[in-house]
Each structure stands twice: as C-alpha cells, then as structure tokens.
C-alpha cells in the first residue's frame, strides 16, 4: 500500500484520503521524491500506450500528421473528432469497423454517448479504437495478420512487449490482459517515468520524440472535453503525459524531469490535485489556472462546501 497522498474534505472536516504511490524524477534522472512502492511493478493500463505507439512507428507505421499518431495513444472520449479520426486511419488502409478487435462500447463524453445510444455499443467507440486501428495498419504495412492481433504470439504484440521492456528496462515477467483485450506489460512507477522522460528527450524526428510531440501537440486527441490530460497540458504547454485506469498517470517535461503515480484506489477525483501538486513540486511556472485544477471542488446543493487537494506537505 502506498501513503496518504489526497484529502476530501467537506464542511471543514476531513471526509476521506485517498493513498498511492509517487516517484518524481529531476532532469538526471534521479528521485527528487519517491513514496510508497515505486519499485513494484504495476499495471499501467492507458499510461502503456505512448510506449505502443513507438512500437508501431519503429515497425513501420506512417501516420499522415500528428493527429493520426495521437489517436494511435488515445483513450479517446468518443467525440465526434476523434471517431473521424479512427475511420480516416482505418479507411485509409481498408479496413471497415469490423476489423477492430476491441470490445464495443458507448462514447465516454456525456453528449455523444446520448446520441449514441440510440443504437447498439460499437467498437469504434471504445476508448482504445484508435490505437486498435493504429495496429491493424501497422499489421497490414507488415503483412502480418490482421485477425487476431490481440494474442501474445502475434508479431505485433512480440514488437510491442520488446519495445517497452527497451524503453522501461523492466525485466520479463508474466503479462495481464487490458481491458481493451490487448495484452498490458508491468512496470514500476520509476521505469514508467525514465521511460516518459526518455520519450520526452529523445532525438528529434525519432520514433519516442514523435510520439511525445505528437501527445503534447494534441492533448484533446488523446482525450476529450475537459479530459485530465487535456486540463494539464493546456496549463502546462511543455507537459506530455498519459493516464491510465485505476488511477495511473505518468508525464515529462522537455528537460527530462518526470513522474509517475498509483492511487491504490483508482479513483478519479485524486488525480488532478495529485497531478497538480506533483507539477508544482517539479518547479512549473504556477498560474491561476494551475490553482484552480489543484483544488478541485465539492459541491453540495449546487454550492462549493468543500474541496479535493493533495494533502499539504506531502508532495509540495
């Protein structure tokens, strides 16, 4: 278990925390800050998909712009941008929507999963469908198969799990299944940063630096309205970052600082104030907007009574 990281507090009192852990790193590569279990592998879930997305360029994939490539990392909301965005990777390489082997779902965004549901779940709306998409492209550039691309054994995947044991030097271990049936890669929280910051630092023009350019360059891409990671980047325009499910999210800044944490609970209420407070603690310029996403409301009958906040001391 990690330590007290985020508080809830309502009406002057202490409602709840929420604990994880943080490694932060500076622009060496060292620890600046490093709480709970940072050397235990976990599972990354979404904050994976920047390493997949080398993968596939290393293999071949030629994205047509930056928007391409940052749907190919996306866990997109489902909008109507990035739904053009899958189709057009998709068409351009002739597959139809039954191609995609992610599970269907409903969007995420609140206005577009109310359109959508007047029909059936699609796989083209799952948050995971433009890196599905990426890999089908990428399997038709190799003329792999693009029928089960999911399992361990297909060619993609073996690129795929090499590309993040070279870029997190994680060792080998035993792999889980993510939720969009792809296989998902454990690592610990401080190889999940080096690995963000080696991204963020890399050659111009190679595979890692493309990918971070193209994250940072389209932040609503690779989420949607009002998304965690679009919050933070546009307060802080030289950030690259990812999140992932059950409380993941790792970033760097073009120096190599970096960092990356687990809420054990999951819960998405922690992250923008933790995400914010670990910003603030790596020295970015602070501003009003930054202070607003630090201290997320509480609202009760439609009035503010209390507030979410990295508990004082801890990060800062």
């Known amino acids: 278990m990690g330590v007290e990281l985020v508080e809830v507090v309502r009406s002057g009192f202490r409602e709840c925390v929420h604990s994880g852990s943080v490694i932060v790193l500076d622009a ?42 940052a749907i190919a990392t996306a866990s997109h909301f489902g909008e109507t941008d990035h739904i053009a ?26 206005r577009a999963r109310a359109e ?20 089908l492209a990428t399997c038709a550039i190799n003329g792999w198969p693009t029928t089960g691309y999911l399992e361990e054994k297909h060619p993609l995947q073996q690129a795929v799990i090499a590309t993040v044991i070279d870029l997190t030097g994680e060792p080998e271990t035993d792999l889980g299944i993510d939720g969009c049936g792809l296989p998902i890669i454990p690592v610990s929280l401080v190889n999940l ?19 971070a350019e193209a994250i940072r360059a389209n932040p609503r891409v690779i989420s949607g309205t009002n998304g965690p990671d679009l919050l933070a980047m546009r307060a802080t325009p030289e950030l690259f970052c990812k999140i992932g499910a059950d409380g993941v999210h790792a970033g760097a800044l073009p120096d ?41 409301a509480v609202l009760g009958g439609g009035a503010r009574v209390g507030v979410i906040r990295a508990i004082p001391g801890v990060i800062e």
């Open 28 to 69: 060496e590569g060292e620890p600046t800050h490093a709480l709970g279990e940072v050397h235990v592998p976990i599972f990354p879930r979404s904050t994976n998909k920047p390493m997949q997305a080398v993968a596939l360029l290393r293999n071949g994939f030629d994205p047509v712009d930056d928007a391409e490539l």
């Open 85 to 110: 965005l899958v189709r057009r990777l998709l068409d351009r390489f002739g597959f139809d929507e039954s191609a995609l082997e992610c599970p269907p779902d409903y969007p995420f965004e609140e």
């Open 116 to 135: 959508a549901m007047a029909g059936p779940p699609r796989p083209i709306f799952m948050n995971c469908s433009g890196k599905h998409a990426a890999m």
């Open 193 to 211: 940063a080096r690995a963000f910051a080696a991204m963020a630092t890399a050659d111009p023009g190679s595979p890692q630096r493309r990918v």
């Open 256 to 296: 190599g600082r970096a960092f990356a944490y687990k809420i054990d609970d999951g819960h998405d209420r922690a992250r923008m104030p933790l995400t914010l407070a670990i910003l603030h603690r790596m020295g970015i310029e602070w501003t009003d907007e930054h202070a607003v996403l630090a201290a997320t």
